[in-house]
């Protein structure tokens, strides 16, 4: 049975800073591409960023470019989001998971919450 257990989130004021990590408990982590997902209040989960098998490639979504920096660390099965410039509008529950395909089931998400 898969797991992923994010962590990280927290109540931070606009401009702020936090780093979210997510541990995959799954053997096969380094073969998938991963993403981190929000779901902000009122709307849909979506992708906010992307990353790829030997994490040397990066995807954004213009919302959070130049703001937010994925990582993983295949070894130990995790892949973080570093978040930096925190602005109002990121508040949201946050999600790893894979980017595509069938995904795996979904952990409990950590909590982000930004001041203004």
């Known amino acids: 049975q898969v797991q992923l257990v994010e962590s990280g989130g927290g109540l931070v004021q606009t401009g702020g800073s936090l780093r979210l990590s997510c541990r995959a408990w799954i053997d096969i982590f380094s073969m998938e591409e991963m993403a981190w997902y929000r779901r902000a209040p009122g709307k849909e989960r979506e992708v906010i960023a992307t990353?790829?098998?030997?994490?040397?490639?990066?995807y954004y979504k213009d919302p959070v470019k130049g703001r937010f920096t994925i990582e993983r660390d295949n070894f130990k099965r995790f892949v973080y989001l570093q978040m930096n410039g925190l602005k109002p509008e990121d508040t949201a529950a946050y999600f790893c998971?894979?980017?595509?395909?069938?995904?795996?089931?979904w952990g409990q998400g950590t909590q982000v919450t930004v001041s203004s």
């Open positions: 990353i790829n098998r030997a994490g040397t490639r990066q």
């Open positions: 998971n894979k980017k595509d395909g069938i995904l795996w089931p």
